[in-house]
């Protein structure tokens, strides 16, 4: 069974845009919830990690939300740049360690010039 | 730091080898991850080690695959024999507390 639903699978905007990315997730217990970024050809990268207890985070340009009761996540990235080209993954956790993390399968954003 | 290394970068090898897989996670870190990311299923966690324990095997596939952790700065995942299916980018990532690192990943072909 699949817990983690990210839409839309890919996305395509124009620098200088604004967009939103989202995460249902049905993982449970719930501890905390990652945003993860992949560049093609290497390892992702963490964005955000947020506990259950929190309903936003910021790093930057980007902007995690999170809503345990309904179990969604939202990232949202202003003023995109060519570099944010990328796979987006939302990761929720079980346990409060790194034990068990659940990876979804990623938005698949194109930032066109 | 130099962030988790992971040896080779590409493997191309035929069916029935026998394929070793190196990474030396960061210094100081107590979790040990290895993934497989494939386009049709995603990352998929194979193994964890905690403190060079093996706690959670239950995503490797066959008896095939096989991890180990000698020592805090070496793991190994082995797969014998090879087979095309398994072909796939496998990353190795090391961790504290909340935060986990990823390598630059093995991209395996087995033809």
């Known amino acids: 069974k699949n817990q983690v639903e990210q839409s839309p699978q890919s996305l395509i905007i124009l620098e200088g845009k604004n967009c939103t990315l989202q995460?249902?997730?049905?993982?449970?217990?719930?501890?905390?919830l990652r945003w993860y970024k992949q560049d093609t050809g290497r390892g992702p990268v963490s964005l955000t990690i947020?506990?259950?207890?929190?309903n936003t985070k910021s790093n930057g340009r980007y902007t995690a939300t999170l809503d345990a009761d309904t179990k969604q996540s939202s990232l949202h990235i202003t003023a995109s740049q060519l570099s944010d080209s990328a796979s987006y993954i939302c990761v929720p956790s079980r346990g409060s360690t790194l034990g068990r993390l659940y990876f979804g399968r990623g938005t698949q954003l194109t930032v066109w010039p | 730091d130099a962030g988790v290394i992971q040896s080779p970068r590409h493997e191309v090898t035929e069916m029935g080898q026998e394929v070793t897989l190196r990474c030396k996670p960061i210094s100081g870190h107590d979790y040990l991850f290895w993934y497989r990311q494939t386009m049709m299923r995603g990352l998929e966690l194979l193994i964890y080690?905690?403190?060079?324990?093996?706690?959670?095997d239950s995503g490797m596939p066959e008896d095939r695959f096989s991890a180990k952790m000698p020592n805090a700065s070496f793991s190994t995942l082995k797969i014998q024999p090879s087979e095309p299916r398994d072909s796939a980018v496998y990353f190795c990532?090391?961790?504290?507390?909340?935060?986990?690192?990823f390598g630059p990943g093995t991209r395996l072909t087995v033809t």
């Open positions: 080690f905690n403190n060079n324990v093996p706690i959670d």
């Open positions: 990532a090391s961790g504290r507390n909340y935060e986990q690192y």
């Open positions: 995460c249902n997730y049905t993982v449970s217990p719930f501890s905390n």
């Open positions: 947020m506990t259950f207890s929190e």
